[in-house]
C-alpha cells in the first residue's frame, strides 16, 4: 500500500470495511486494522496474547493510551497479532498476577495447547482484558504491588513497570 492512513481513517479491504487505529508505542506510526462488522482487529505487535511489543520508539505515555484505544474495544473482538509469543507471555504474567484465576486456567490452557503444538492466536478481547498484564496493570492491585508501582502512579507509569519487568524477565 502506498497510501498513508491516520487514526480513524476508513477503509475497504477484500469487501470488509475497516477502521484504522493509531496504536504508537511499538513503534511511533504503528496502526491496528479494526473491522467492527467481522468483530476483528489486526494489532501487529501493539498487542499479543497475554502481553505486548517492546517499546522501541514510543514513549510509555503513548503505548499506554494505545493500549487504552484496544482495550475500549468489544470483549467479542478477534484479536490477531503478528507473532505467537504466547506461552512466554504466560510465564511473565504469572509472575506479575498469580492470584488471578482466569490468568491460572488461561496458562494451562497455554500449556496445553502448545505441547500439541497448537497455535494460541488469535484470542479474544474480553479474555485479554481479564488476563493480560499490559491491560491490567490500572486494574489490578496484585501487578502493581508487584512491579512496584505506588498508589500516586498513573496508569502510564504502571504500564512502564510492567514493560521493564517483561523486558528483563527470564522465566
Known sequence: MDVPLKDSDTLSFAGANAVT???????????????????????????????????????????????????NLPDDTTIYCAHEYTEGNARFAMSVEPGNPDLVRRAEEIKDKRSRGEPTVPSLMGEEKRTNPFLRGDVSPEIRQNVGATEDDDGATIFHKIRLGKDNFRG
Open 21 to 71: 487505529m493509531d496504536v504508537g508505542g511499538h513503534t511511533t506510526g504503528h496502526i491496528a486494522f479494526y473491522f467492527p462488522e467481522e468483530k476483528t482487529a489486526f494489532v501487529g505487535d501493539s498487542l499479543f496474547a497475554l502481553g505486548c511489543g517492546r517499546m522501541f520508539e514510543g514513549t510509555p505515555e503513548q503505548y499506554w493510551a494505545s493500549l487504552q484505544r484496544l482495550r
